[in-house]
């Protein structure tokens, strides 16, 4: 509906997405200084204040459907760069990494580090093309499984979105005080290596080397993005949630596999997923509510 409020026209993944904005803002400004490090992340942070309230101005406008398709998925589009963005600030707490914390969990749970040891175990052509397929699919289904509810379920599409970046939001800030970069860091080569074995796994060398960066590995955003995606599919679109689950189980397993991850990351990835989904979800609420009544209000 054209001429629609300002205030009617925002959506709760705007609030989220300057909420990041400002959280991060805050800790650089606070724990980094004024260094001119973090020139160039509070201009991007500026430009996407200024991008969020540009989306809201033009749906109240205009409010079409490309319009409104930009302005849902748009926070989906800039996860890569504050993704990466994390390696640039985890070090202004810890000036080290921290995989010897993660190493010493995993020798002392398993009594040697599993992420050097799979691809030795399982070399096979075959097997390796199978991981790295499931690892590659990661890489389709945040924006695949959002672009499915906007066709299917249109009217949940807002809060599957908001649930998405929420929790990667926070997965981010967890990224940045307590980093861990993974095996394929952590180990020098060859043992942070994993061979070429064929198109997928040439596939997800190539993604990457230009979206991949040290940081990250602990908990596994992965697998508990999964986690999250297999719940909400169960609940609303059934025949989606059988689709991810054999691309779950290869994931698993592909993260450690291809020393992305430690199991550790794993496993704090499970556990870690229901308790930042349910408060995700008390955001939106909360959120949603707040807005509701400020519309009525103004």
């Known amino acids: 509906m054209a001429g ?23 800790y650089m400004l606070v724990f980094g200084g004024l260094s001119e490090l973090f ?5 991007i942070r500026l430009l996407v204040v200024l991008f969020v309230w540009a989306v809201i ?15 849902l998925f748009y926070p989906i589009l800039m996860l890569s760069y504050f993704y990466g963005e994390t390696a640039l600030i985890n070090h202004i707490i810890f000036s080290n990494n ?3 914390i993660i190493y010493n969990w995993e020798e002392a749970l398993f009594g040697f580090q599993p992420s050097l040891e ?29 672009l499915i509810f906007f066709i299917y379920k249109p009217d949940m599409v807002e809060k599957v ?19 861990v970069v993974g095996p394929q860091y952590y180990f020098s080569p060859p043992f942070s ?7 997928f796994s040439r596939a997800v060398k190539l993604v990457q080397f230009y979206g991949e960066h040290p940081t990250g590995a602990f908990p596994s955003s992965h697998v508990g993005l999964v986690v999250i995606f297999l719940y909400i599919s169960y609940c609303n679109i059934r025949w ?28 704090a990835g499970i556990i870690s997923a229901p308790i930042v989904y349910y408060f995700s979800l008390i955001l939106f609420k909360q959120i949603n509510f707040k807005l509701s009544n400020f519309s009525n209000i103004v």
């Open 57 to 71: 101005y033009l749906q109240r406008t205009w409010n079409n459907n490309w319009i409104n398709f930009i302005h």
């Open 193 to 199: 290596e994993v061979a070429d074995s064929g198109v």
């Open 240 to 267: 989606l949630f059988w689709v991810i689950i054999p691309l779950f189980i290869l994931i698993l397993f592909a993260t450690v596999y291809i020393k992305a991850h430690y199991v550790v990351d794993v496993f």
């Open 4 to 26: 629609s409020s300002f205030t009617n026209s925002i959506k709760t993944t705007d609030v989220i997405t300057v909420l990041y904005m400002v959280i991060t803002a805050m």
């Open 161 to 179: 979105i908001f649930l998405v970046i929420t929790f990667l939001f926070i997965n981010y800030l967890v990224f940045i005080v307590f980093p």
């Open 98 to 100: 921290l995989d010897p």
């Open 118 to 146: 799979f691809s030795i175990k399982f070399p096979q052509y075959w097997f390796s093309e199978i991981l790295h397929f499931g690892y590659f699919s990661y890489y389709l289904l945040t924006f695949g499984i959002s």
């Open 39 to 43: 020139v160039i992340p509070m201009l």
